[in-house]
Nanobody, 124 residues
Framework: VQVVESGGGLVQAGGSLRLSCSAS????????IGWFRQAPGKERAWVGC???????YYAVSVKGRFTISSDSGKNTVSLQMNSLKPEDTDVYYC???????????????????WGQGTQVTVSS
């Protein structure tokens, strides 16, 4: 299974970015997919996830600004990030789980496969 994130970059505060997660050897639809982020020297933080029934969950820090969605036809999951803040600057990771749960999964240990991450930098 290979997981690839894309769409990161540099954006001004208040701007938007859309990250995409694609996988080979794994059908995203029907499984739990999570997004995490991590800055150098800091612990990895859960951003949000989408469950088997397309139900989404978000960390308090991003709720109302970030949206996770899936495109089964393209076997991708997207993270739409709006109203970005400098504190959103991090490396963002997509994580895949074999679980077909529709409950929140906010711990990294719940996921089996991870991408290499994509850098998001928000300038003030």
């Amino acid at each position: 299974v290979q997981v690839v994130e894309s769409g990161g970059g540099l954006v001004q505060a208040g701007g938007s970015l859309r990250l995409s997660c694609s996988a080979s050897g794994f059908t995203l639809d029907g499984h739990a997919i999570g997004w995490f982020r991590q800055a150098p020297g800091k612990e990895r933080a859960w951003v949000g996830c989408i469950g088997n029934d397309q139900r989404t969950y978000y960390a308090v820090s991003v709720k109302g600004r970030f949206t996770i969605s899936s495109d089964s036809g393209k076997n991708t999951v997207s993270l739409q990030m709006n109203s970005l803040k400098p504190e959103d600057t991090d490396v963002y990771y997509c994580a895949l789980s074999w679980s077909q749960s529709d409950v929140v999964m906010e711990f990294g240990a719940e996921y089996e496969y991870w991408g290499q991450g994509t850098q998001v930098t928000v300038s003030s």
